[in-house]
């Protein structure tokens, strides 16, 4: 399974940003995908994940904020980010698995990473 993140940026304190991951391979072998993030100095760290039956998990700092999606028909996972904030400053990375976890480790299949620079 190969991922590839874009769509990330500079955007100001406030502003939006859309990130998007498309996935092409082995995709049978996928049932969850989900956005990470890491800052410099910090560990990776699960954003949110969806199932591929809709199911979704977001981290306690990006509810209500951060809205998951995923489009089956076009392989792509989406990350609408609304309210950004400087903290959410990171490399955002898609990643794809069998089952979604807040284990990093446990997830299969990584993107590059995409940039999202939020600044005050």
């Known amino acids: 399974v190969q991922l590839v993140e874009s769509g990330g940026g500079l955007v100001q304190a406030g502003g939006s940003l859309r990130l998007s991951c498309a996935a092409s391979?082995?995709?049978?072998?996928?049932?969850?995908m989900g956005w990470h993030r890491q800052a410099p100095g910090k560990e990776r760290d699960l954003v949110a994940a969806?199932?591929?039956?809709?199911?979704?998990y977001y981290a306690d700092s990006v509810k209500g904020r951060f809205t998951i999606s995923r489009d089956n028909a076009k392989n792509t996972l989406y990350l609408q980010m609304s309210s950004l904030k400087p903290e959410d400053t990171a490399m955002y990375y898609c990643?794809?698995?069998?089952?979604?976890?807040?284990?990093?480790?446990?997830?299969?299949?990584w993107g590059q990473g995409t940039q999202v620079t939020v600044s005050s």
């Open positions: 391979g082995s995709i049978f072998r996928v049932n969850a």
């Open positions: 969806i199932s591929s039956g809709g199911s979704t």
């Open positions: 990643a794809a698995g069998p089952s979604y976890t807040i284990v990093v480790a446990a997830w299969d299949y």
